[in-house]
């Protein structure tokens, strides 16, 4: 048996910290975004591949962060950019206005969920082997 194989054999394990991280991805990245004017609409992207990656998390407990994070940046954004396409053509007060407003609404309710996140006790995760490659390659339909 080589290297490899033993390897197949033996559970995964996800560490606390790691778990811990990634329910605070989100946030973060809520945070960051918020304070850099030109990010929110890049993190408006980005979040969408970070809340895919952490919603079904095997630690439920991170999907529920993950969903409730993005629950505020979206509900922000969502608000924001359509009443935006209202402004005047000249707006940098109204733009201002709002970018502040997205600021007061988000960073407090996110480093209130950093801090929760940072206060609850999470545990390493052992995840299964993984599954034998040849035995998912023989599942794949010939048409495929």
Do not use: C, Q
Request: net charge negative; charged share 20%.
């Amino acid at each position: 048996m080589d290297h490899h194989d033993s390897d197949a054999d033996r559970p995964r394990i996800i560490p606390a910290a790691a778990v811990r991280r990634a329910a605070m991805h989100m946030d973060i990245g809520n945070i960051v975004s918020m304070l850099l004017p030109p990010l929110p609409l890049l993190w408006f992207g980005a979040s969408m591949l970070v809340y895919a990656l952490h919603r079904h998390h095997p630690d439920p407990r991170v999907g529920e962060y993950t969903r409730w994070a993005g629950y505020r940046f979206y509900a922000v954004m969502g608000l924001i950019i359509p009443v935006g396409t209202f402004f005047p053509g000249d707006a940098k007060v109204a733009w201002l206005v709002a970018w502040i407003v997205g600021i007061l609404v988000i960073v407090p309710w996110s480093v209130w969920s950093l801090l929760r996140a940072r206060r609850e006790e999470w545990h390493d995760i052992v995840l299964p082997p993984a599954d034998d490659p040849a035995d998912a390659a023989e599942e794949v339909p010939e048409h495929v």
